[in-house]
Every structure is written in C-alpha cells, then in structure tokens.
C-alpha cells in the first residue's frame, strides 16, 4: 500500500456522539431480529433499549477503529499500533508513538500509550506458546488493555510453563500464565440434530458463500461429502486453521442470514471486523442462538488434534455440534465455531475462525441480504471506466500502472466492489518520479467515492481489498 501524506480526518460517528445518537429516541427494535435482542437481554442482563443501544455504540466504535487502523496503515504508523478495545460509549487505541496518540485524538478516540506494539504482542505469543510444553498449552492471545500476553495451561502445569517461558527470553512482565480448569475441545458430536451432516457426525452451517457455505475446516477433510443439504468440502484446513468451504447444490437457495432459533433470522450486511469488547452473538445447531463479547484477536489454542492461530475469543457458550456455526457482531459477520471450553448451563470461552480468511482461501464471496455476493453493477455517470478481481489484501492500479493524464481542476472516482467486503480507492499522482497518494476514501463499505482537486499531472487509481474477496468495477471522470 502507497504511502499517503495526508492525516486522518476525524471520523464521522466518535465515542461520544455514538451512545448520545443512540439513546435519544425510544428504542426500535426493528432494526434488528427479535432473536438477537431477546439474546442480549438473557445472556447480558441487558433490557430492550440497554440492548439496542448497546448495539448502535458497538457498530459506531467499531467503525471508527477500522477505519482508524487503516489510517495509521496509510501514515506509515501502523507498527506504533497496540490494539483497541471498546468500554460502554468509549473507544480506546493503543499505541507506542506520540505521533500515533494525536492521529486517534483527532479520530475522536481516546489514546492509551503503551511499551509494546501489537506486533510485538503477536511475536511475544507465538514464543510463549511454542515455548510451553506443547501437551499443557490450552491457549494464547494477547490482552490488548493490559498490553500483555495470557497464556492458558492446564491445571498443575503453571510452574513448568512459565519456567520455559522465562528459559525462551521471552520478555519480563510480557507474559502472564494462567491455569484454567478444563482444556478446550473442538464442538463436534455423532448425535442428530438441524443442521448438516457428514456420515454420522453433525456441524453447523457458517455463512452462505459464492456457490455453498463456510464452516470449520475441522467438521470434515477435503473431498468429505455433507447432507442436509448435500454438499462437498472444496477446501478445508484444520488444524493451522479452522476453515472450510463446502460447495453445495445447484437446487439450494442460499440466503445471507442467520437462524436466530426464535423463529426468525438475522440478515447479514457484510463481514466488517468488530473491536475486542464488542458484543457478538453466535448462531449454533445444538444450543442455538446466545451471545456475549469480545475478548481478544488473533488468539491461538491448542486441541488435540494440533494448534489453530488467529482466532476470535469469546465469553460466548458453545457446545458439540454447533462447531462451524454464525458469530455476528449486529448484522456483520466475524466468524464461525472453533471450539473451547465450558457449555451453555455454566458459560465457557468459544474461538472463533475469522469468515474473512475463509472466504479468501476459498476465493468465494459472502452472500448478504439483497445480493448474492457476485459481480458489482458499476459506478454510472463517469467519463471512463475500469474493472477487475481482486482477493483479500490484494491491490490493482487502474487503469494500468502507467496511469492517465489531467489537467488542473477536480478529479472524481467511484468503486463498486462486492457485497460483504471492504475495498477501498486511493488516487496518486506522479511525484518527483515516483506514485504519491493525494486522496483516498477508506470506508469499511466496498462502495467509495474519491474527489479531488489539484494541478495537471499523470494520476493512477488504486483499488485495495483491505477484507473479502470479488469482482469490482469502478470509472472516474478529469476537468
């Protein structure tokens, strides 16, 4: 990604202006699945407003450090990042540089400087957790608020863990180990149920894709048939990864929602990550729809059958058989059932696998509600016009990479990317014989809108998938 000059404008919706727009009016609910409300009620002790406005902040915070991560991204200050995390109506943004602090101030965030970046964190993990004996290891993540790693071990094996930290230099004070009681196990079973199936077994339908519908890669093998709807796994990884994507019938209508298992469903809007501390709901076939939030990103755990990296973890229950099913953070996808610990009589932690990383290894788009995820319509009303493929974090230069010429006056861009996704459109120019980025829209949409105005030049398009995968088009219009 080009390097941009510009700072970060101040976002739109801020911490302050999400709970205030939130709580003005009386609830409405109808924006939202009966199911997922009444969810929050019983899982959070929340009542019909708490839990709509709840919702609302989340959405508003979370968007605001998406597309503040992408902005310290584009400054070239992404390594002074730490991770961010939502509190009530607040979002907080670590960062290790004072440079960085200002850019989340001027976002309407508020700045939490800390010694170690989130890369740094993400090392440190990785150590640790090869560092302890591999047999004792239930999981690792890194605790964005306290600027530490958490490494999980099994009862009675805290002193040997920790001793082989210490013994891999893993940094002092970076790391804290923790026993818990009940190892995590992937949730998968034999018995019946509503869902899909693969022999004997049964899973939980993740999210409707191009074609078919992801799921864990753990549910079954490359090659492994499904019933209920019939179906095969086309990729699937576990462990490394729990992800899968099964291709189903031609017979099948595949619909961008969620059973909420209170009669209805929850439609699903696109796959825009939420902050740790954001509420999540999951959607699974043994125990059906429950929620809670957040705990952090990028986790790994360790199973029996091996370790899986850069989970979701959740304070969410989940039992066996609803391995593969719907996290959603309102109407976003986030992920489908790993596994954990626990169960949904005493609570648990449930990891999730991102939808995102599934979709992209699978080279299949998300089906959300009034779209199927296909080829995008276009941007009418242009002089000229582009069009392309692109997967996840991938980028294209439009229309070529030797550009077009201007003349001074006002540049206008549009790009029109698949439903679900999250691309963006930067404009260079040719400075001192090398690109520059002069304006760039960075939205968590995959619809952008660039204007710009400046001096006679050579310019180029750059279209960037910051998440998801698909066809874009896209046209733009000189003086």
Same mark, same amino acid.
């Given at each position: 990604?080009?390097? @941009?000059?510009?700072?970060?404008?101040?976002?739109?919706?801020?911490?302050?202006?999400?709970?205030?727009?939130?709580?003005?009016?009386?609830?409405? @609910? %109808?924006?939202?699945?009966? +199911?997922?409300?009444?969810?929050?009620?019983?899982?959070?002790?929340?009542?019909?407003?708490?839990?709509?406005?709840?919702?609302?902040?989340? *959405?508003?915070?979370?968007?605001?450090?998406?597309?503040?991560?992408?902005?310290?991204?584009?400054?070239?200050?992404?390594?002074?990042?730490?991770? %961010?995390?939502?509190?009530?109506?607040?979002?907080?943004?670590?960062?290790?540089?004072?440079?960085?602090?200002?850019?989340?101030?001027?976002?309407?965030?508020?700045?939490?400087?800390?010694?170690?970046? =989130?890369?740094?964190?993400?090392? &440190?993990?990785?150590?640790?957790?090869?560092?302890?004996?591999? @047999?004792?290891?239930?999981?690792?993540?890194?605790?964005? *608020?306290?600027?530490?790693?958490? =490494?999980?071990?099994?009862?009675?094996?805290?002193?040997?863990?920790?001793?082989?930290?210490?013994?891999?230099?893993?940094?002092?004070?970076?790391?804290?180990?923790?026993?818990?009681?009940?190892?995590?196990?992937?949730? &998968?079973?034999?018995? /019946?149920?509503?869902?899909?199936?693969? $022999?004997?077994?049964?899973?939980?339908?993740?999210?409707?894709?191009? /074609?078919?519908?992801?799921?864990?890669? #753990?549910?079954?093998?490359? +090659?492994?048939?499904?019933?209920?709807?019939?179906?095969?796994?086309?990729?699937?990884?576990?462990?490394?990864?729990?992800?899968?994507?099964?291709?189903?019938?031609?017979?099948?209508?595949?619909?961008?929602?969620?059973?909420?298992?209170?009669?209805?469903?929850?439609?699903?809007?696109?796959?825009?990550?939420?902050?740790?501390?954001?509420?999540?709901?999951?959607?699974?076939?043994?125990?059906?729809? #429950?929620? $809670?939030?957040?705990?952090?990103?990028?986790?790994?755990?360790?199973?029996?059958?091996?370790?899986?990296?850069? !989970?979701?973890?959740?304070?969410?229950?989940?039992?066996?058989?609803?391995?593969?099913?719907? =996290?959603?953070?309102?109407?976003?996808?986030?992920?489908?059932?790993?596994?954990?610990?626990?169960?949904?009589?005493?609570?648990?932690?449930?990891?999730?696998?991102?939808?995102?990383? @599934?979709?992209?290894?699978?080279?299949? %788009? !998300? &089906?959300?509600?009034?779209?199927?995820?296909?080829?995008?319509?276009?941007?009418?009303?242009? *002089?000229?016009?582009?069009? /392309?493929? =692109?997967?996840? $974090?991938?980028?294209?230069?439009?229309? +070529?990479?030797?550009?077009?010429?201007?003349?001074?006056?006002? &540049?206008? /861009?549009?790009?029109?990317?698949? %439903?679900?996704?999250?691309?963006?459109?930067?404009?260079?120019?040719?400075?001192?014989?090398?690109?520059?980025?002069?304006?760039?829209?960075?939205?968590?949409?995959?619809?952008?809108?660039?204007?710009?105005?400046?001096?006679?030049?050579?310019?180029?398009?750059?279209?960037?998938?910051?998440?998801?995968?698909?066809?874009?088009?896209?046209?733009?219009?000189?003086?």
């Amino acid at each position: 990604m080009a390097t @941009a000059t510009a700072t970060l404008i101040a976002a739109g919706i801020t911490a302050a202006s999400a709970g205030t727009a939130a709580g003005t009016d009386a609830p409405d @609910a %109808s924006r939202y699945a009966p +199911g997922l409300v009444a969810a929050m009620e019983r899982d959070l002790g929340l009542d019909t407003a708490e839990a709509i406005d709840r919702l609302r902040t989340d *959405e508003a915070l979370s968007a605001t450090a998406h597309t503040l991560i992408k902005s310290l991204e584009a400054t070239s200050l992404e390594k002074q990042y730490a991770g %961010s995390w939502v509190e009530g109506d607040e979002l907080y943004v670590a960062v290790t540089d004072k440079t960085a602090a200002a850019q989340v101030r001027a976002a309407g965030a508020t700045a939490v400087t800390v010694d170690r970046s =989130l890369a740094a964190l993400d090392r &440190i993990a990785t150590r640790a957790y090869e560092a302890a004996p591999e @047999a004792d290891v239930a999981s690792a993540y890194v605790d964005v *608020e306290s600027n530490t790693v958490v =490494l999980e071990v099994a009862e009675g094996a805290k002193a040997a863990a920790t001793k082989a930290v210490r013994a891999a230099g893993v940094p002092a004070g970076s790391v804290s180990v923790v026993e818990v009681a009940e190892m995590p196990r992937t949730f &998968i079973n034999v018995i /019946g149920g509503n869902a899909y199936y693969i $022999g004997g077994a049964r899973c939980s339908v993740g999210f409707s894709a191009t /074609g078919g519908f992801v799921t864990a890669g #753990h549910c079954g093998v490359r +090659g492994a048939t499904t019933s209920q709807p019939s179906g095969t796994f086309q990729v699937s990884s576990f462990p490394g990864n729990d992800y899968a994507y099964v291709n189903t019938g031609t017979d099948d209508t595949l619909v961008g929602a969620v059973n909420n298992y209170s009669g209805g469903t929850v439609n699903v809007a696109g796959s825009t990550a939420a902050a740790v501390g954001a509420t999540v709901c999951r959607s699974g076939s043994t125990t059906g729809w #429950h929620c $809670g939030t957040i705990q952090a990103l990028n986790a790994s755990v360790t199973y029996a059958e091996g370790t899986v990296s850069g !989970l979701i973890r959740t304070n969410v229950c989940a039992e066996p058989g609803d391995s593969g099913g719907s =996290l959603l953070a309102g109407t976003q996808a986030q992920g489908m059932t790993s596994g954990g610990s626990g169960n949904c009589r005493s609570g648990g932690t449930t990891y999730f696998q991102p939808v995102n990383e @599934a979709l992209s290894a699978a080279g299949v %788009s !998300l &089906i959300t509600t009034g779209g199927g995820g296909g080829t995008p319509g276009g941007c009418s009303g242009e *002089e000229s016009a582009f069009s /392309g493929s =692109l997967s996840s $974090g991938g980028q294209a230069a439009e229309p +070529g990479t030797s550009g077009f010429t201007s003349g001074s006056g006002t &540049i206008t /861009g549009c790009l029109d990317g698949p %439903s679900g996704t999250d691309f963006d459109l930067y404009l260079q120019k040719v400075s001192g014989g090398a690109w520059t980025t002069v304006a760039r829209a960075i939205t968590t949409s995959p619809d952008e809108r660039v204007t710009y105005t400046g001096t006679s030049g050579t310019y180029r398009w750059v279209v960037v998938s910051y998440t998801g995968s698909g066809s874009y088009t896209g046209g733009w219009s000189t003086p």
